[in-house]
């Protein structure tokens, strides 16, 4: 993927702005649902480095599968500041040729007796069914001029984003 043009213009928020490909360099993640604690963490870590990053004038957007109600509710009570952005129905993960784990890890995660016991008190805790265990998360940078100069695939579901990494590497794609 890497070295060709992003395959789309821009990513619509659940509030805010736009994110325009082609303007400033970009770092987009993926992430799982929203439920679960690997979405979580991977936010929290780009939190950290969303104040340096537009100061150096590079954007940042999160993309998740969860559902734009829940991602509407999740942005305020948990102070996201970064873009988040809902694929619903897997378009953008598609686009951006993200795989799917063979391993079997996220149905594992998704089967924690927490889970399945919130799922049977009828708390509906833990991650959203809808969305499929097996979604993988990955990492972009794409540049000012709308190439993608890095892309990561994760490795598993617990994968993470490589906030250092990414950093150094969109503050190169300036």
């Known amino acids: 993927m890497t070295g060709r043009p992003v395959p789309i213009s821009q990513l619509q928020p659940v509030s805010g702005l736009p994110v325009v490909f082609g303007r ?26 969303r104040q340096a990053l537009d100061a ?20 305020p009570r948990h102070h996201v500041l970064i873009p988040l952005m809902t694929d619903e129905d897997g378009r953008l993960r598609a686009l951006f040729e993200i795989g799917r784990d ?49 892309a990561r695939a994760f490795a598993g579901a617990l994968d993470l984003p490589d906030v250092a990494g990414l950093s150094e590497r969109a503050l190169s794609a300036r």
Request: proline share 3%; net charge positive.
């Open 56 to 75: 150096a004038g590079v954007d940042m957007a999160i993309v998740t599968r969860t559902d734009l109600e829940y991602a509407r509710d999740y942005v």
């Open 102 to 150: 063979k391993t079997g890890a996220g149905t594992l995660l998704a089967l924690r007796p927490a889970t399945v016991r919130a799922w049977a008190d009828g708390l509906n805790l833990g991650r959203d069914l809808v969305v499929p265990n097996g979604d993988l998360g990955g990492e972009f940078v794409i540049d000012a001029q709308g190439t993608i100069v890095y």
């Open 24 to 49: 400033r360099p970009t770092v987009v993640v993926f992430v799982r649902d929203l439920h679960g604690t690997s979405a979580r963490v991977a936010i929290a870590r780009l939190g950290k480095a």
